[in-house]
């Protein structure tokens, strides 16, 4: 399963979202900068590590388009890049300030097509460069690497052109690039619509799944599918025609509809615009950042608005200051939590900190990635719920994507919806959606086989005495506020965590362990990571005083046969003996 310093996991996967770091020295070499670990990256986590198709069509851009000493980064929309030079203007340490403009490439002519294509892109002078790469990191809203794909050949095909710059009567059909048919069947489609009764035959796409002639006119009904997934009763493996057969009603929630689940183009994307949807929707003030987060989440809510109030420990106490400081006069806009927590796996008590936020009135967003929505319901005691689709709702670990559900429930839905309805851009590109509605559907015997053998994992490691901690939400001092949301049926997830008495325990164990190795979670496959060394390699003292200490080791739990999984964990462990 070990692959090689900088090879794409799973390997050989042109748009895979992991990347190998088989040692704990790749790992240090990577966050050090190293050459021998650098050299070697072919792909990286999309969000960290700009992939080769996007450099590549950037590089074609600034050559065409750019000026001496200029960089640019890509963006979907012109909206989204007028938030990335707004936040260059803030962030930026230049004297004077630098000079930013965004270019827009458009269809060459107005086509009647469902794919909403095209590329806005930000240029600045190229030391600026780090700045622009935090609002990609942060943000989540960069364009993916199949969206680049596209654009570049369009661009190569003369087909895309500078907005404003052709005259009206210019009129030369646009085939676009070959890969994609063009075909009207859902070129009126809505996403919150049924299809149509002379749709396609959408089982055509089984067959096309790992062509290159992925059938565009599917991109409608497999958005619909995976809204419906997330929406819907989920209590079975559901292909694409059973999805879109499926009742608007009887999901999981009697007000939880399609029409409320947002999709993103990452899962920070959903956490960065349920921030920016909130500011707008209610006045920007403080928010609450409640447990461990994981690193962006915090940073999005320090520097877009007006600061965040920090628990890192996530504990009762951290409630009682909270309360303190509301009953004191205090008020926030929003409390973001993840449920349950990344990498402690920690759950906070939705049950009280809803109570609060009614009380006090500040709105409540859960990211419920590590749960998933199959073990946990969290809807309720949440105003916002994101997820990132990216992880076990895909599993394939080849495409990044996010959701955002409104709570029908909550007090501020009428003025959040009607915000989307204005706001809400659908940036997910359409080949992403169709690799991942048919990722996703097999995700509920997934879920079933992963939280078995996660558990079965987590008792082997529990044994061993060199082993310090293991943090699984089933054994977690917070397992009752876990306990309170989950789904009948729902297990404890396919995370676990746990730290060493040692560091040399702790390295060796990892060389050791024969899974995949790199950044990410939720994958069909094993895949383990020094995830404090990842994260905050350049913070470990502050992680430590929140109990994340530099020895830990982050394993998340694929499909492997369980007996298999425990025997190649079990031999691992040898080498501490």
Not at 131 to 146: E, I, L, N, P
Not at 297 to 307: A, D, M, R, Y
Request: charged fraction near 25%; aromatic fraction near 10%; proline fraction near 5%.
């Amino acid at each position: 399963m070990m692959g090689e310093v900088g090879a794409s996991i799973p390997e050989d996967t042109e748009h895979a979202v992991s990347v190998s770091l088989p040692t704990w020295k790749a790992n240090v070499g990577y966050e050090e900068g190293e050459e021998w670990v650098v050299s070697k990256m072919q792909t990286g986590y999309p969000r960290f590590f700009i992939h080769k198709s996007i450099k590549k069509l950037a590089a074609t851009i600034l050559s065409k388009y750019g000026r001496v000493g200029e960089d640019c980064m890509l963006f979907p929309s012109h909206s989204v890049a007028n938030r990335c030079r707004q936040f260059m203007k803030q962030t930026s340490k230049s004297s004077p300030p630098p000079t930013l403009r965004i270019l827009e490439l458009v269809p060459r002519t107005k086509r009647e097509t469902i794919i909403s294509t095209g590329v806005s892109a930000v240029f600045f002078p190229a030391e600026e460069f780090k700045v622009a790469k935090q609002f990609w990191q942060h943000s989540g809203d960069g364009v993916s690497s199949r969206r680049a794909e596209y654009c570049s050949q369009e661009l190569e095909e003369g087909l895309l052109v500078e907005k404003g710059a052709l005259s009206e009567q210019f009129t030369r059909p646009a085939k676009g690039p070959k890969r994609y048919s063009r075909t009207a069947a859902d070129v009126d489609f809505k996403p919150s619509s049924p299809p149509a009764p002379d749709a396609p035959d959408t089982s055509r796409f089984v067959e096309e799944r790992f062509g290159r002639n992925l059938g565009v006119e599917f991109v409608g009904n497999a958005k619909l599918a995976i809204r419906r997934r997330i929406a819907g009763t989920l209590r079975s493996d559901v292909g694409l025609t059973d999805a879109l057969a499926l009742s608007r009603e009887g999901g999981r929630d009697a007000d939880l509809e399609e029409d409320d689940v947002y999709l993103c183009p990452s899962g920070m994307s959903a956490i960065f615009n349920s921030h920016r949807f909130l500011m707008e929707a209610l006045g920007a003030k403080k928010s609450i950042c409640y447990g461990f987060p994981y690193i962006d989440t915090l940073k999005i809510l320090e520097k877009f608005g007006p600061g965040a109030q920090f628990y890192g420990h996530g504990s009762q106490e951290d409630l009682d200051d909270l309360e303190k400081r509301l009953e004191g006069g205090e008020r926030f806009l929003a409390l973001f939590c993840e449920f349950p927590g990344n990498p402690l796996l920690k759950s906070p008590d939705l049950l009280r900190i809803r109570k609060l936020a009614d009380k006090y009135d500040f709105a409540v967003v859960v990211d419920e990635t590590v749960g998933n929505f199959l073990n946990v319901h969290v809807l309720p005691h949440a105003d916002i719920v994101v997820s990132s689709l990216t992880k076990v709702f895909s599993g394939d670990s080849n495409v990044m994507a996010g959701s955002l559900i409104l709570n029908k429930k909550s007090s501020y839905y009428p003025v959040l919806k009607k915000l989307l309805e204005h706001e809400y851009e659908d940036n997910l590109w359409a080949e992403d959606a169709l690799f991942l509605e048919r990722n996703s559907r097999d995700f509920v015997s997934r879920i079933e086989r992963i939280n078995v053998t996660a558990e079965a994992i987590c008792e082997l490691l529990l044994k061993h005495p060199k082993i310090k901690a293991v943090y699984y939400p089933k054994h977690s001092p917070t397992k009752q506020y876990y306990d309170n949301c989950r789904c009948p049926e729902g297990g404890y997830g396919g995370l676990l965590s746990m730290t060493f008495y040692s560091m040399e325990d702790a390295m060796k164990f990892f060389d050791e362990v024969e899974t995949a190795k790199g950044p990410s979670l939720g994958t069909n496959f094993t895949l383990s990571s020094p995830y404090t060394l990842l994260a905050h390699y350049g913070e470990l003292d502050w992680a430590a005083q929140f109990g994340v200490e530099s020895n830990l080791v982050r394993v998340s739990i694929g499909l492997e046969e369980t007996d298999k999984l425990v025997e190649t964990f079990a031999r691992a462990l040898k080498v501490l003996e």
